[in-house]
């Protein structure tokens, strides 16, 4: 059933598909990560210890969460690609990769940008920040792989092999603070319990990071959208459009 039902995403329904939502899903993105960035840098209190530096917070922590959730489609779009090979998760699983590999340098950068002040230096070899510069590198090698061949087709089999070997890396990432003694704190938002952070900071925080996922999923649907066109520009479809 789930076969079948994923065989029907042809490549004129996906197209039309993102075409409708890409608009909404923009204007949810700027809408939420404006909100969310004017109550998070003008509005909510400074931090007793760290205070104004801790607002990159707004940048820093929705840019880690997509490196990992950007990793996360990429590793399902890959498995589908690889047992049912459906050319849209192909396509979904590499615009993944470019995609996360930007959010990926974001919070490599906005953390070292923290980390100075804090830490007093731009960079450690703690094991998240380690853990996440790898990821770094695991993306970087899937878009060269995936680039490497003349044919796409082996290109994405190759790049898609590596992506499911590389998930090996995201449950180290989201662990490590609580595997290793780490210069890197705790997890503060995404606790079972109540998170220690004011509710003040908290909920601009919760803004931003759903306005970066909503705009991850423009992104994504837009740079999906080009490649299949570009992709299929012989096709009857696209020459209609």
């Given amino acids: 059933m789930i076969r079948k039902l994923l065989e029907n995403i042809s490549p004129k329904k996906f197209y039309s598909?993102?075409?409708?939502?890409?608009?909404?899903?923009?204007?949810?993105?700027?809408?939420?990560?404006?909100?969310?960035?004017?109550?998070?840098?003008?509005i909510a209190p400074a931090d007793y210890q760290q205070g104004d530096a801790f607002r990159i917070i707004y940048v820093h922590v929705p840019s880690a969460w997509l490196s990992l959730f950007a990793y996360s489609v990429l590793f399902f779009s890959a498995i589908i690609s690889l047992i049912w090979r459906i050319k849209i998760f192909e396509i979904i699983a590499i615009s993944s990769a470019k995609i996360g590999a930007l959010f990926t340098f974001l919070a490599l950068v906005t953390g070292a940008v923290w980390g100075k002040p804090m830490w007093g230096t731009w960079w450690v070899w703690d094991a998240r920040l380690t853990s996440e510069l790898i990821l770094f590198f695991i993306y970087i090698s899937i878009i060269f792989l995936y680039n490497s061949f003349d044919d796409y087709r082996k290109g994405a089999?190759?790049?898609?092999?590596?992506?499911?070997?590389?998930?090996?890396n995201i449950p180290i990432i989201h662990f490590s603070v609580e595997w290793w003694n780490t210069l890197h704190q705790g997890p503060s938002v995404m606790k079972f319990s109540s998170p220690s952070i004011a509710y003040e900071m908290l909920y601009p925080l919760v803004f931003t990071s759903l306005g970066f996922t909503f705009y991850f999923i423009t992104a994504l649907l837009l740079s999906a959208r080009n490649t299949?066109?570009?992709?299929?520009?012989?096709?009857?479809?696209v020459q209609s459009i």
């Fill in 228 to 237: 299949l066109i570009k992709r299929e520009h012989k096709s009857s479809w």
């Fill in 17 to 42: 598909f993102s075409s409708t939502i890409i608009p909404w899903t923009l204007v949810l993105s700027i809408g939420l990560i404006s909100f969310g960035l004017y109550h998070g840098l003008f």
């Fill in 157 to 168: 089999k190759a790049a898609n092999i590596l992506a499911i070997i590389g998930f090996v």
